[in-house]
Protein backbone atom coordinates (compact mmCIF):
# COMPACT_ATOMS: atom_id res chain seq x y z
CA UNK A 1 0.00 0.00 0.00
CA UNK A 2 1.36 3.31 -0.67
CA UNK A 3 0.39 4.86 2.39
CA UNK A 4 3.32 5.13 4.47
CA UNK A 5 3.79 4.39 8.27
CA UNK A 6 6.69 6.25 9.78
CA UNK A 7 4.21 8.47 11.29
CA UNK A 8 3.47 8.16 15.20
CA UNK A 9 1.47 4.92 15.62
CA UNK A 10 -1.15 6.70 17.76
CA UNK A 11 -2.67 8.31 13.92
CA UNK A 12 -5.38 6.87 13.75
CA UNK A 13 -5.79 6.06 9.60
CA UNK A 14 -10.11 6.00 9.20
CA UNK A 15 -10.07 3.31 6.83
CA UNK A 16 -13.49 5.32 5.76
CA UNK A 17 -16.47 3.30 4.45
CA UNK A 18 -15.65 2.86 0.60
CA UNK A 19 -12.27 0.76 1.25
CA UNK A 20 -13.00 -1.04 -1.79
CA UNK A 21 -12.12 1.99 -4.17
CA UNK A 22 -9.19 2.19 -6.33
CA UNK A 23 -6.56 3.56 -3.49
CA UNK A 24 -7.82 0.24 -1.03
CA UNK A 25 -5.65 -2.97 -0.67
CA UNK A 26 -6.61 -3.29 2.84
CA UNK A 27 -2.95 -2.57 4.19
CA UNK A 28 -4.52 -0.04 6.48
CA UNK A 29 -1.83 1.04 10.01
CA UNK A 30 -3.36 2.10 13.34
CA UNK A 31 -6.24 0.93 15.03
CA UNK A 32 -9.84 1.81 14.52
CA UNK A 33 -10.87 5.21 14.75
CA UNK A 34 -11.81 7.09 17.50
CA UNK A 35 -13.35 10.21 18.05
CA UNK A 36 -11.82 11.00 21.46
CA UNK A 37 -8.17 9.73 21.26
CA UNK A 38 -7.60 11.24 18.02
CA UNK A 39 -5.86 14.34 17.30
CA UNK A 40 -6.88 16.82 14.75
CA UNK A 41 -5.52 16.64 11.73
CA UNK A 42 -5.17 20.36 12.00
CA UNK A 43 -6.59 22.39 14.54
CA UNK A 44 -7.26 26.87 14.67
CA UNK A 45 -7.87 28.58 17.72
CA UNK A 46 -8.86 31.88 17.84
CA UNK A 47 -6.82 32.91 14.75
CA UNK A 48 -7.16 36.29 13.84
CA UNK A 49 -5.04 38.34 10.64
CA UNK A 50 -5.39 42.52 10.10
CA UNK A 51 -4.05 43.80 7.16
CA UNK A 52 -3.12 47.90 7.45
CA UNK A 53 -3.80 49.83 10.45
CA UNK A 54 -5.66 52.62 11.66
CA UNK A 55 -9.23 53.61 9.77
CA UNK A 56 -7.12 51.00 6.94
CA UNK A 57 -7.90 47.87 9.30
CA UNK A 58 -9.09 45.41 6.99
CA UNK A 59 -9.99 42.16 9.22
CA UNK A 60 -9.66 39.72 6.99
CA UNK A 61 -9.72 36.79 9.79
CA UNK A 62 -11.81 37.75 13.17
CA UNK A 63 -11.26 35.05 15.32
CA UNK A 64 -11.32 31.60 13.94
CA UNK A 65 -12.37 27.94 15.68
CA UNK A 66 -12.08 24.79 14.23
CA UNK A 67 -10.97 21.41 14.45
CA UNK A 68 -10.40 18.93 11.60
CA UNK A 69 -10.83 15.09 12.10
CA UNK A 70 -8.01 13.01 10.00
CA UNK A 71 -9.67 11.58 6.70
CA UNK A 72 -12.29 14.46 6.66
CA UNK A 73 -13.00 16.22 3.37
CA UNK A 74 -13.68 20.03 4.00
CA UNK A 75 -15.16 22.85 1.94
CA UNK A 76 -14.30 26.21 2.44
CA UNK A 77 -16.93 28.04 0.84
CA UNK A 78 -17.81 32.42 1.10
CA UNK A 79 -18.54 35.53 -1.05
CA UNK A 80 -15.27 37.23 -1.98
CA UNK A 81 -13.34 38.97 0.17
CA UNK A 82 -15.04 36.73 2.66
CA UNK A 83 -11.15 35.38 4.38
CA UNK A 84 -11.08 32.14 2.31
CA UNK A 85 -7.59 32.95 0.84
CA UNK A 86 -6.00 33.94 3.86
CA UNK A 87 -7.82 31.40 5.72
CA UNK A 88 -5.96 28.72 3.52
CA UNK A 89 -2.42 30.58 3.63
CA UNK A 90 -2.89 30.73 7.63
CA UNK A 91 -3.73 27.36 7.58
CA UNK A 92 -1.40 26.00 5.75
CA UNK A 93 1.65 28.02 7.40
CA UNK A 94 2.13 30.42 4.23
CA UNK A 95 1.03 33.49 5.94
CA UNK A 96 0.96 34.35 9.95
CA UNK A 97 -1.73 35.30 12.01
CA UNK A 98 -1.40 38.22 14.17
CA UNK A 99 -3.13 36.76 17.04
CA UNK A 100 -4.00 32.51 17.86
CA UNK A 101 -2.48 29.48 17.52
CA UNK A 102 -2.33 26.83 14.60
CA UNK A 103 -1.77 23.41 15.38
CA UNK A 104 -0.99 21.18 12.38
CA UNK A 105 -0.63 17.33 13.73
CA UNK A 106 -1.03 18.34 17.04
CA UNK A 107 2.10 20.37 16.71
CA UNK A 108 2.01 24.69 17.21
CA UNK A 109 3.11 25.61 14.03
CA UNK A 110 2.36 29.73 14.76
CA UNK A 111 5.45 30.46 16.56
CA UNK A 112 7.89 28.14 13.97
CA UNK A 113 10.41 30.04 12.30
CA UNK A 114 10.91 30.54 8.23
CA UNK A 115 13.30 28.19 8.00
CA UNK A 116 10.96 25.31 9.85
CA UNK A 117 7.94 26.29 8.19
CA UNK A 118 9.43 25.86 5.19
CA UNK A 119 10.32 22.06 5.25
CA UNK A 120 6.97 21.56 7.69
CA UNK A 121 5.54 22.67 4.33
CA UNK A 122 7.41 20.23 2.29
CA UNK A 123 6.87 17.56 3.78
CA UNK A 124 3.76 17.43 5.62
CA UNK A 125 1.45 19.49 3.58
CA UNK A 126 0.13 19.27 -0.15
CA UNK A 127 -1.07 21.80 -1.85
CA UNK A 128 -3.36 21.52 -4.91
CA UNK A 129 -3.75 24.75 -6.86
CA UNK A 130 -6.18 26.40 -9.55
CA UNK A 131 -3.51 26.35 -12.06
CA UNK A 132 -1.96 22.46 -11.69
CA UNK A 133 1.57 24.57 -11.00
CA UNK A 134 3.43 21.69 -12.05
CA UNK A 135 7.37 22.39 -13.33
CA UNK A 136 7.36 21.94 -17.15
CA UNK A 137 10.79 20.77 -17.55
CA UNK A 138 10.65 17.76 -15.36
CA UNK A 139 8.62 14.28 -15.90
CA UNK A 140 5.19 13.64 -14.64
CA UNK A 141 6.85 10.97 -12.11
CA UNK A 142 9.68 13.80 -11.33
CA UNK A 143 7.06 16.18 -10.57
CA UNK A 144 5.26 13.72 -8.25
CA UNK A 145 8.42 12.84 -6.54
CA UNK A 146 9.43 17.20 -6.34
CA UNK A 147 8.12 17.48 -2.35
CA UNK A 148 10.29 14.37 -1.31
CA UNK A 149 13.37 15.83 -2.91
CA UNK A 150 12.53 19.27 -1.54
CA UNK A 151 12.23 17.80 1.68
CA UNK A 152 15.53 15.71 1.58
CA UNK A 153 13.78 12.77 1.85
CA UNK A 154 14.21 9.69 0.03
CA UNK A 155 12.70 9.66 -3.60
CA UNK A 156 10.23 7.10 -2.98
CA UNK A 157 9.79 5.88 -6.95
CA UNK A 158 7.42 2.97 -6.41
CA UNK A 159 5.44 5.16 -4.03
CA UNK A 160 4.99 7.92 -7.16
CA UNK A 161 4.31 4.80 -9.27
CA UNK A 162 1.65 3.69 -7.44
CA UNK A 163 -0.17 6.98 -6.66
CA UNK A 164 -0.17 8.15 -10.70
CA UNK A 165 -1.44 4.29 -11.46
CA UNK A 166 -4.37 5.01 -8.88
CA UNK A 167 -5.19 8.53 -10.43
CA UNK A 168 -5.59 6.85 -14.12
CA UNK A 169 -2.07 7.96 -15.45
CA UNK A 170 0.10 4.70 -14.63
CA UNK A 171 1.17 5.12 -18.29
CA UNK A 172 1.74 8.59 -17.99
CA UNK A 173 5.56 8.49 -15.75
CA UNK A 174 7.93 9.34 -18.19
CA UNK A 175 5.67 11.95 -20.02
CA UNK A 176 6.02 16.27 -19.31
CA UNK A 177 2.96 18.03 -18.09
CA UNK A 178 2.94 20.13 -22.13
CA UNK A 179 1.92 16.65 -23.12
CA UNK A 180 -1.13 16.25 -21.10
CA UNK A 181 -4.68 17.89 -20.50
CA UNK A 182 -5.84 20.08 -17.81
CA UNK A 183 -7.29 17.15 -15.92
CA UNK A 184 -4.44 14.84 -16.41
CA UNK A 185 -2.06 17.86 -15.19
CA UNK A 186 -4.55 18.42 -12.32
CA UNK A 187 -4.29 14.41 -11.24
CA UNK A 188 -0.45 14.77 -11.27
CA UNK A 189 -1.07 17.09 -8.85
CA UNK A 190 -2.84 15.13 -6.60
CA UNK A 191 -0.26 12.20 -6.62
CA UNK A 192 2.10 14.81 -6.08
CA UNK A 193 0.29 16.32 -3.03
CA UNK A 194 -0.21 12.90 -1.39
CA UNK A 195 3.43 11.73 -1.70
CA UNK A 196 4.89 12.67 1.49
CA UNK A 197 1.90 11.61 3.36
CA UNK A 198 0.88 15.09 4.83
CA UNK A 199 -1.16 15.52 7.30
CA UNK A 200 -3.41 18.09 4.99
CA UNK A 201 -3.98 18.55 1.81
CA UNK A 202 -5.03 22.11 0.93
CA UNK A 203 -6.77 22.40 -2.11
CA UNK A 204 -7.20 26.18 -3.84
CA UNK A 205 -10.30 25.78 -6.25
CA UNK A 206 -8.85 23.04 -7.57
CA UNK A 207 -11.59 22.81 -10.55
CA UNK A 208 -11.46 26.28 -11.34
CA UNK A 209 -9.76 25.50 -14.56
CA UNK A 210 -11.57 22.48 -15.43
CA UNK A 211 -14.65 21.70 -17.92
CA UNK A 212 -17.67 19.90 -15.41
CA UNK A 213 -16.72 16.59 -16.43
CA UNK A 214 -13.28 16.63 -15.89
CA UNK A 215 -13.48 18.37 -12.48
CA UNK A 216 -16.42 15.46 -11.31
CA UNK A 217 -13.01 13.21 -12.41
CA UNK A 218 -10.92 15.45 -10.09
CA UNK A 219 -13.17 15.52 -7.39
CA UNK A 220 -13.79 11.83 -7.13
CA UNK A 221 -10.12 11.25 -6.91
CA UNK A 222 -9.95 13.70 -4.06
CA UNK A 223 -12.79 11.96 -2.33
CA UNK A 224 -11.06 8.61 -2.78
CA UNK A 225 -7.83 9.83 -1.23
CA UNK A 226 -9.77 10.60 1.51
CA UNK A 227 -11.81 7.35 1.70
CA UNK A 228 -9.27 4.95 1.04
CA UNK A 229 -6.16 6.69 1.49
CA UNK A 230 -7.52 8.46 5.09
CA UNK A 231 -5.72 11.75 3.23
CA UNK A 232 -7.54 14.96 4.91
CA UNK A 233 -8.46 17.82 2.24
CA UNK A 234 -9.17 20.98 2.95
CA UNK A 235 -10.54 22.55 -0.32
CA UNK A 236 -11.28 26.39 -1.01
CA UNK A 237 -14.62 26.67 -4.08
CA UNK A 238 -16.74 28.89 -5.51
CA UNK A 239 -18.26 25.80 -6.77
CA UNK A 240 -21.41 24.29 -5.03
CA UNK A 241 -21.14 21.06 -6.60
CA UNK A 242 -17.41 21.09 -5.95
CA UNK A 243 -18.30 21.59 -2.60
CA UNK A 244 -20.81 18.62 -2.77
CA UNK A 245 -18.11 15.88 -2.65
CA UNK A 246 -16.98 17.29 0.36
CA UNK A 247 -18.38 15.52 4.58
CA UNK A 248 -18.93 19.20 5.38
CA UNK A 249 -18.70 22.31 3.91
CA UNK A 250 -17.93 25.69 6.05
CA UNK A 251 -18.93 29.24 5.17
CA UNK A 252 -16.90 32.28 5.61
CA UNK A 253 -18.52 35.65 5.71
CA UNK A 254 -16.72 39.20 7.10
CA UNK A 255 -14.07 37.08 8.15
CA UNK A 256 -15.84 34.79 10.64
CA UNK A 257 -17.23 31.40 10.32
CA UNK A 258 -21.28 31.76 10.31
CA UNK A 259 -22.58 28.74 8.80
CA UNK A 260 -21.81 25.18 8.36
CA UNK A 261 -23.52 21.96 6.57
CA UNK A 262 -22.82 18.09 6.83
CA UNK A 263 -23.25 16.16 3.81
CA UNK A 264 -23.25 19.02 1.94
CA UNK A 265 -26.19 19.10 -1.38
CA UNK A 266 -25.17 21.24 -3.90
CA UNK A 267 -28.52 23.07 -4.05
CA UNK A 268 -28.43 24.01 0.06
CA UNK A 269 -24.74 25.03 -0.64
CA UNK A 270 -25.68 27.21 -3.55
CA UNK A 271 -28.89 28.75 -1.63
CA UNK A 272 -26.42 29.20 1.56
CA UNK A 273 -24.39 31.37 -0.77
CA UNK A 274 -27.23 33.39 -2.01
CA UNK A 275 -28.20 34.34 1.70
CA UNK A 276 -24.36 35.25 2.15
CA UNK A 277 -23.30 37.16 -0.82
CA UNK A 278 -27.34 39.14 0.39
CA UNK A 279 -25.42 39.98 3.72
CA UNK A 280 -24.56 43.72 4.29
CA UNK A 281 -21.24 44.59 3.46
CA UNK A 282 -18.59 44.43 6.72
CA UNK A 283 -21.54 42.44 8.98
CA UNK A 284 -19.48 39.77 10.55
CA UNK A 285 -22.42 37.33 12.45
N1 LIG B 1 -2.37 41.68 1.31
C1 LIG B 1 -3.50 42.30 1.66
N2 LIG B 1 -3.50 43.58 2.04
C2 LIG B 1 -4.62 44.21 2.42
N3 LIG B 1 -5.84 43.62 2.46
C3 LIG B 1 -5.91 42.34 2.09
C4 LIG B 1 -4.77 41.61 1.66
N4 LIG B 1 -5.16 40.34 1.36
C5 LIG B 1 -6.47 40.29 1.58
N5 LIG B 1 -6.94 41.49 2.02
C6 LIG B 1 -8.32 41.80 2.40
O1 LIG B 1 -8.73 40.85 3.36
C7 LIG B 1 -10.07 40.45 3.11
C8 LIG B 1 -10.12 38.95 2.86
O2 LIG B 1 -9.43 38.66 1.66
P1 LIG B 1 -9.26 37.20 1.07
O3 LIG B 1 -8.76 36.31 2.16
O4 LIG B 1 -8.44 37.29 -0.16
O5 LIG B 1 -10.76 36.79 0.72
P2 LIG B 1 -11.33 35.75 -0.35
O6 LIG B 1 -10.23 34.79 -0.69
O7 LIG B 1 -12.50 35.11 0.34
O8 LIG B 1 -11.78 36.53 -1.54
C9 LIG B 1 -10.56 41.26 1.93
O9 LIG B 1 -11.22 42.40 2.43
C10 LIG B 1 -9.28 41.64 1.23
O10 LIG B 1 -9.43 42.85 0.52
MG1 LIG C 1 -9.37 34.37 -2.55
Known amino acids: MARRHDRPSTEPYAAGPHAAGPYATGAYGGGPYTEQGARPAIELRGVRRTYGRGAETVHALRGIDLALARGTFTAVMGPSGSGKSTFLQCAAGLDKPDQGEIRLGGEDITRLSE ?152 QAVADRMVSLTARPVGVAA
Request: no cysteine; charged share 25%.
Open 115 to 266: DRLTKLRRSRIGFIFQSFNLLPSLTVEQNVLLPQRLAGERQDRARARELLAQVGLGEHAKRRPGQLSGGQQQRVAIARALITDPDVVFADEPTGALDTRTAHEVLGLLRRAVDDLGATVVMVTHDPVAASFADRALFLAGGALVDELHHPQA
